[in-house]
């Protein structure tokens, strides 16, 4: 049974809807390759700045953001404080070295750089990562979704995924970002009225909010302490560093959109847009939190005990007993927007991989317009379906998805450390980059797999979770430049 009103299941239907209609409407003339990977190169930089924003939030951040910030503090804010100065490098380098070359994807130029291999492992790397995202948002969107809709988990999981493949396998890149620009404003929408109903529901006022949050140190950004094994203020920033380095340098679902803005300067400014919007957003999402925990302690009594020991129960158990009428229902659609932007743009660019890095490279290099489009269909299809399957498998391999997300780091480490050496040293070559691999995924390995195994303390990772990407990247570049220093065989070394 569906703890919504009618008012509010007519809001969320309402926009489900609307997406969908928005979504095959725009993206009715996306039947040509170049329309349907790049939107024919010709949107405004502030679509695609919103599109940026929207690939940003999902609907992960929506329920973990606020739950972290009641649990805890702002110490993971520092992440969005990284965002700015990764931005400047993203707008100085890689945005012009990718409109530069003018291809769709992130990774044909590591096979210019080192060979075949290279270009082939990251794109595994960024399938099956998109593919464990897909599930996990799809999943745990479902969990929020199912006791306040009364629908159960596995259809909510089918009916939503389904809904995303429509409108992306029929409206390509063209639907996914504008309908990307409609969820970003729905969940700006949403977020906003969760903080006007939090700072004026407390019975004495704003100011109540103000007195719980600093009588409890809710807005601390962590320790400025040297320690490496807890989550300091500086291991976030550093952790926020390589981790947005690693998105706007190698992630497809960044890097595809640079070249759908119609001018270098107009991709620039979605870079810029999407990134500085994102801090304020995330600041606003921390807000909630606190406001919650403010809320809660004002009004211990509207809190059951079972829901306050669970965390990422709090906002959902808000979002049906105290929002007005209809707002709730925004909010709701606001979550169910920020899933839906990161599934959409995690299909359209794995069907753009699958075809590029994959089916041109080694099946039909001369592909005819027509086969192309065939293959970008039936592989947004198959990999949206993945998705689901994913979801769903979730439900009953809990363990397993632990273990999945750790290697997950392992893969994305490996990729973000292979593309630096590959931009900074020309001097590396095949050996170099190599070496390096092995040598980093071997670091990473032994900083994440203790996790999943009972080894001797002596062996275990000293160093806190959030340094495995940093210390991995820095290894696979660091031993790929040692190794490119060396003179090969039968050649004089320069002095």
Known sequence: ????????????????????????????????????????????????????????????????????????????????????????????????????????????????????????YAVLCYLLTQLARMGTILYLLALALAPLTGVSIPILIVVTGLIVIVYTLFGGMTAVIWTDVMQSLVLIGGALACVGVLLFGLPQGSGQFWEFSLDHHKFSLGSVGPSLTESTFWVVLVYGIFINLQNFGIDQSYVQRYQTARTDAEANRSVWLGALLYVPISA??????????????????????????????????????????????????????????????????????????????????????????????????????????MALAMMQIKSALDAWWELASIFSGGMLGLF????????????????????????????????????PAAWRNPFHSYLTIVVGTLTIFLVGLLVAQIPRSGRPSRV
């Open 1 to 120: 049974m569906s703890n919504l009103s009618y008012i509010d299941l007519a809001v969320l239907i309402a926009y489900v809807a609307g997406t969908v209609a928005i979504g095959l409407w725009v993206g009715r003339k996306s039947g040509s390759t170049e329309e349907f990977m790049a939107a024919g190169r010709r949107l405004p930089g502030w679509a695609v700045g919103l599109s940026i924003f929207g690939t940003y939030v999902s609907s992960i951040s929506f329920l973990a953001i606020p739950s972290k910030a009641f649990d805890t503090n702002w110490n993971s804010f520092v992440f969005s404080l990284a965002i700015p100065p990764t931005a400047w490098i993203a707008v100085r380098y890689f945005v012009p070295f990718y409109r530069r070359a003018s291809t769709l994807s992130s990774y044909e130029h590591l096979e210019h750089r080192f060979g075949p291999w290279a270009r082939t």
């Open 284 to 389: 606003v999402f921390f807000f909630i939190g606190t406001g919650l925990f403010a809320f809660y302690s004002a009004r211990p009594d509207l809190l059951p005990e079972a829901v306050a020991t669970k965390p990422d129960a709090v906002f959902p158990h808000f979002i049906v007993q105290e929002l007005p009428v209809g707002v709730s229902g925004l909010v709701i659609a606001a979550i169910v927007a920020a899933a839906q932007s990161t599934i959409s743009s995690s299909i359209n660019c794995s069907a753009t991989l699958l075809l590029c890095d994959i089916y041109r490279r080694y099946v039909r290099p001369q592909a005819t317009e027509r086969d192309s489009m065939r293959v970008l269909w039936s592989m947004s299809l198959l990999v949206g379906v993945g998705g689901i399957g």
């Open 420 to 455: 630096l050496l590959g931009i900074i040293s020309r001097r590396a070559k095949n050996a170099a980059a190599v070496t390096g691999v092995i040598t980093g995924l071997i670091v990473i390995a032994w900083m994440t797999l203790p996790k999943l195994f009972d080894v």
